[in-house]
């Protein structure tokens, strides 16, 4: 009787957990994107230049096929933004709208719990029991650490494979994954994917910076005109710094977001003082938007290099250490 009721117990709190999270779901289903679907990071040439200048400065330490994909890795960078087709969204907006959140995180509306949640559904959870509507705060601190994660399986797996044809296979699977997961770190890096003032300044705004108008979003002139006008790989690919191993990729990654968040106002600030676009002139945009893009660089070639380094298997310990 005790073993019955015991099992009856256990099957509620399963029930009851099953619901939180399908509750969590559509309520994120329900709230879905609020930001025009055509906001995009950085645009394909900036999101290109991001891809190659972390392909172009990987260690020659790494797997010789992943250090010969610089072109694969960077064409590969601007594919989620390629699956928010305008064309496809006019026949059915399931991927846009589902994964539009997948881009950004604004980091003024995460409450404090929410930082410290295991993954992107712990966190909807957060975020509805603060009242705040998840899909418009954004995921792209766990599309990083997801897709991270999902690479190092994928090292882990080519390590241990000693089929030719299979390892070619995982190969293909590491190169694709690896470009997408730059995508995500490439958007991050831009200040307005970390902000409510995501394409124009919101709420009050006392000293004067842009606004949002159709005919002049400050987003599409920065990530788009600018960076296509003033923008090429030799202005990104020197200021990428020394691959280094990331100890902590979590923390990191939130640490990341935060670096990034930290310069949206100096992003208004130089647009108040030209603004961005294919005509501007100043020097001072120009060291911005590469130190950027270069930051987004580092921060995707890290944590590729991470992946491979930490997919080796653990050291066995010796007799000697063991007793």
């Given at each position: 009787?005790?073993?019955?009721?015991?099992?009856?117990?256990?099957?509620?709190?399963?029930?009851?957990?099953?619901?939180?999270?399908?509750?969590?779901?559509?309520?994120?289903?329900?709230?879905?994107?609020?930001?025009?679907?055509?906001?995009?990071?950085?645009?394909?040439?900036?999101?290109?230049?991001?891809?190659?200048?972390?392909?172009?400065?990987?260690?020659?330490?790494?797997?010789?096929?992943?250090?010969?994909?610089?072109?694969?890795?960077?064409?590969?960078?601007?594919?989620?933004?390629?699956?928010r087709s305008r064309e496809e969204s006019n026949l059915?907006?399931?991927?846009?709208?589902?994964?539009?959140?997948?881009?950004?995180?604004?980091?003024?509306?995460?409450?404090?719990?929410?930082?410290?949640?295991?993954?992107?559904?712990?966190?909807?959870?957060?975020?509805?029991?603060?009242?705040?509507k998840p899909t418009t705060a954004g995921f792209v601190?766990?599309?990083?650490?997801?897709?991270?994660?999902?690479?190092?399986?994928?090292?882990?797996?080519?390590?241990?494979?000693?089929?030719?044809?299979?390892?070619?296979?995982?190969?293909?699977?590491?190169?694709?994954?690896?470009?997408?997961?730059?995508?995500?770190?490439?958007?991050?890096?831009?200040?307005?994917?970390?902000?409510?003032?995501?394409?124009?300044?919101?709420?009050?705004?006392?000293?004067?910076?842009?606004?949002?108008?159709?005919?002049?979003?400050?987003?599409?002139?920065?990530?788009?005109?600018?960076?296509?006008?003033?923008?090429?790989?030799?202005?990104?690919?020197?200021?990428?710094?020394?691959?280094?191993?990331?100890?902590?990729?979590?923390?990191?990654?939130?640490?990341?977001?935060?670096?990034?968040?930290?310069?949206?106002?100096?992003?208004?600030?130089?647009?108040?003082?030209?603004?961005?676009?294919?005509?501007?002139?100043?020097?001072?945009?120009?060291?911005?938007?590469?130190?950027?893009?270069?930051?987004?660089?580092?921060?995707?070639?890290?944590?590729?290099?991470?992946?491979?380094?930490?997919?080796?298997?653990?050291?066995?310990?010796?007799?000697?250490?063991?007793?």
């Open positions: 009787m005790k073993q019955e009721m015991k099992q009856i117990k256990q099957m509620k709190e399963m029930t009851n957990r099953i619901a939180r999270i399908l509750l969590c779901l559509l309520a994120s289903a329900a709230l879905l994107a609020t930001r025009p679907s055509d906001v995009n990071g950085w645009g394909a040439h900036g999101h290109e230049l991001s891809g190659r200048a972390a392909a172009m400065n990987f260690p020659a330490e790494a797997p010789k096929f992943f250090r010969k994909a610089v072109n694969q890795l960077g064409y590969l960078n601007p594919e989620p933004d390629r699956w059915d907006k399931a991927l846009d709208s589902a994964y539009a959140p997948d881009h950004f995180l604004d980091m003024e509306l995460v409450p404090p719990a929410a930082f410290n949640a295991v993954n992107r559904y712990e966190f909807t959870a957060e975020m509805i029991k603060a009242g705040q601190p766990f599309s990083i650490l997801e897709m991270f994660q999902r690479l190092r399986i994928e090292f882990r797996l080519w390590r241990a494979e000693k089929d030719s044809n299979k390892r070619k296979w995982i190969e293909q699977r590491i190169i694709n994954d690896a470009g997408i997961l730059g995508h995500y770190v490439s958007d991050a890096a831009n200040p307005h994917h970390t902000t409510i003032h995501y394409n124009g300044w919101s709420g009050a705004n006392p000293k004067g910076y842009t606004t949002y108008t159709r005919e002049n979003g400050i987003h599409y002139r920065f990530e788009e005109l600018y960076v296509q006008s003033h923008i090429q790989i030799n202005d990104v690919a020197p200021l990428v710094g020394a691959p280094r191993v990331i100890e902590k990729p979590r923390e990191e990654i939130w640490n990341y977001l935060r670096s990034s968040n930290a310069l949206v106002e100096q992003l208004y600030i130089l647009d108040k003082q030209e603004p961005f676009g294919d005509k501007t002139t100043s020097p001072e945009h120009k060291k911005f938007v590469s130190a950027r893009l270069a930051a987004g660089a580092q921060m995707l070639r890290d944590l590729w290099w991470t992946a491979w380094v930490t997919s080796a298997p653990a050291p066995v310990a010796t007799t000697a250490e063991t007793k």
